[in-house]
């Protein structure tokens, strides 16, 4: 499908951050982050970066900009990977303690040989995002990711296996 400027819709894997999640949800606001679309870099089909769009209705959306870009991460990449990084199935929260929007997604390399989250902050919706860092939860593999935040910024039940 089309974005209001009639340019094809590129929010591969793609997250929702709803109206009432965050301060800049008004008037019923939704924005869609998703990664843009992917390119045949060294032989691996990678994204260059990840895209945010908003509607109000979920059916037109306005493409709102590039959140981030390949080349603005930097975790190390093991010998012999081309040097860009595998962007996939962003997601975004906003954290109501801090003031500021979290984006999470699977951070890996071309072949994937690191298998992490990648974490980056704003202060503001369409950022710019900065790179926090990548890392492996408990230390392990990571290869897909969701996430779902409460209306109140709580999870319902932090701690579900006691």
Known sequence: FTDTARQPVHAHG??????????????????L??????????????????NLYSSFDLEHWTFEGRILAN???????????????????????????????VLYFHLDSARFLLGMVGVCTASSVAGPYTFVRGYRPDGLRSLDLTLYQEADGQASNPNPYP
């Open 71 to 101: 080349t603005s991460i930097s975790v190390g990449l093991p010998a012999a990977e081309p040097p860009v990084y595998r962007l996939e199935r962003p997601k975004l929260l906003y954290n109501r303690a801090t003031r500021r929007y």
């Open 14 to 31: 793609a997250g929702v951050l709803p109206p009432w999640s965050h301060p800049e949800g008004g008037r019923g606001k939704v924005y």
């Open 33 to 50: 982050v998703g990664t843009a679309q992917k390119r045949n870099v060294s032989g691996y089909w990678l994204s260059e970066a990840i």
